[in-house]
């Protein structure tokens, strides 16, 4: 079984990531990708404001870290399917859920975790913590990841955050090849290129979306958005797409991909018998 990608996204609090995560899942679906999204922020659980009917009831990232042993079978009975976008899952922390609930997991731990998810998914999308000090699964997620999305905005608080923590991922362990970027969430109003200047090294800005900030806020962040901006911030994840290329082969090995998509394309269907018997239904 080989790997598949792990993209890796990070950045100042609030800038963005888990709105840019679930988009990225949403258009890597459209391409037939099956995505499982790891929420890794405990501080704002966020599977609730994603996803808020199946939410109720879904088991948390938390307790899965912390059980005796990891297996495929954990992972998919903790994944949460979304009805309205079968080929993507989302795993992360529960409503409620704070630094105390579930015992703490080391980083061994963290990496079994990724390594399972990467056999079962054909993308893994992991919307990191900020604070990477309290969450040893996005620091390894950092780690390990083939492309990291590392989101900026147009703050001076942004700038301090990076300020703090670009020394602490300029360690070796950290690859910095892989790294893509973004200037997120950017206003019409907001100095994009002064920002762009000072940080240095963005590649791509995404831009705000009035539409996106209502679907944020109202927890419909899976429904489609329409009209001019939400056009260009779409184009936009296309650019970020053709970047980080997942899953693309080379031709020469079309036929070991076609055999290994076909079993790949149970995996949704999987979770959501699994789902359904985690939930009790018939
Ligand atoms: N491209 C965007 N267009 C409009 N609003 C956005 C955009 N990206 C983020 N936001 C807004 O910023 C807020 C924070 O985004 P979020 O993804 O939750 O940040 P993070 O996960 O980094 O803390 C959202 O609630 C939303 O209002
Ligand atoms: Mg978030």
């Not at 080989?2 to 679906?29: C, D, E, H, R, Y």
């Not at 009831?57 to 307790?63: F, I, K, V, Y």
């Not at 979306?209 to 962040?221: F, H």
């Not at 797409?241 to 079309?254: D, N, R, V, W």
């Amino acid at each position: 079984m080989s790997n598949k990608p792990l993209i890796a996204v990070w950045g100042s609090p609030n800038s963005g990531k888990t709105v840019t995560t679930i988009k990225l899942a949403q258009a890597l679906a459209t391409k037939k990708k099956n995505v499982l999204v790891l929420c890794c922020d405990a501080l704002c659980p966020s599977v609730s404001t994603i996803a808020p009917q199946g939410a109720s009831d879904h088991r948390s990232l938390g307790e899965l870290l912390s059980l005796p042993t990891l297996t495929q079978e954990d992972l998919l009975r903790y994944a949460l399917p979304l009805d309205v976008s079968p080929r993507i899952a989302l795993l992360g922390y529960k409503k409620g859920d704070n630094a105390f609930t579930y015992a703490s997991y080391n980083r061994e731990r963290a990496v079994d975790l990724l390594t399972l998810a990467r056999h079962l998914a054909d993308v893994v999308l992991v919307d990191c913590s900020s604070f990477l000090s309290a969450d040893p699964l996005s620091t390894v997620a950092l780690e390990l990841a083939d492309h990291v999305i590392r989101l900026h905005s147009c703050d001076l608080k942004s700038l301090m955050f990076y300020a703090s923590y670009l020394p602490l991922v300029s360690d070796t362990r950290f690859r910095r090849s892989n790294v893509l970027s973004i200037l997120s969430n950017v206003k019409p109003e907001q100095d994009s290129r002064e920002y762009s200047q000072v940080l240095g090294g963005i590649e791509v800005i995404l831009p705000h979306v009035p539409q996106l900030e209502q679907q944020a806020a109202a927890a419909q962040l899976l429904n489609d958005c329409s009209g001019k901006e939400a056009a260009t911030y779409s184009k936009t994840l296309q650019f970020i797409m053709t970047q980080l290329s997942p899953g693309e082969k080379p031709s020469s090995a079309s036929s070991q991909i076609k055999n290994h998509s076909h079993s790949l394309s149970r995996i949704p269907l999987l979770l959501q018998q699994l789902w359904k018997k985690c939930r009790g239904d018939k």
